[in-house]
């Protein structure tokens, strides 16, 4: 029975007790892949006084800061930026590089913070069970987003 879903969100792997099962090779491969994609963004990761700006000249663009740099992990921002929209509408991300074991994983969207795998649900929160999935999915569309205005990037440094 088809009830709108698409395959990828009918994927729920369910236990005896129906809870949702996150599948973690899934997860883990959704997280390699966008490490290895944001590396060739961000060329320079290591450096934490870093802005990265892609604009597709339409009135949207990404600003990637680099907020934490340390040896095996890095912390950015992504921010989207559409004119004519207000600051609190235009969404966020918050994303660590773990240099060690090649993996990026979204830490928190729009300032709430995604820490687990699964969530019941209902729950008070409306997060999805399968919300960490969710995320870091939705992190491999802005890098996509990204990679294609590559050539709209802007490095700039900033002076704090």
């Not at 074991?101 to 929160?125: C, F, I, W």
Request: charged share 20%; glycine share 4%; proline share 4%.
């Amino acid at each position: 029975m088809n009830n709108g879903l698409n395959k990828s969100q009918q994927r729920f792997s369910r236990s005896m007790n129906g809870k949702y099962v996150p599948d973690l090779s899934r997860l883990q491969a959704t997280c390699d892949v966008n490490y290895a994609r944001l590396l060739k963004l961000l060329p320079d990761f290591d450096n934490d006084s870093l802005i990265y700006q892609f604009d597709n000249g339409h009135g949207l663009a990404y600003e990637v800061k680099i907020t934490e740099c340390s040896r095996y992990t890095t912390t950015i921002e992504l921010l989207q930026k559409n004119q004519g929209m207000p600051e609190y509408l235009q969404p966020t991300m918050q994303v660590r590089l773990y240099h060690d074991v090649r993996m990026a994983e979204v830490l928190q969207t729009q300032h709430v913070k995604v820490a687990q795998g699964s969530y019941d649900y209902p729950n008070r929160d409306m997060h999805q069970p399968n919300e960490k999935e969710l995320v870091n999915l939705f992190l491999t569309e802005w890098i996509h987003f990204c990679q294609q205005h590559l050539q709209s990037r802007q490095q700039n440094q900033r002076t704090n």
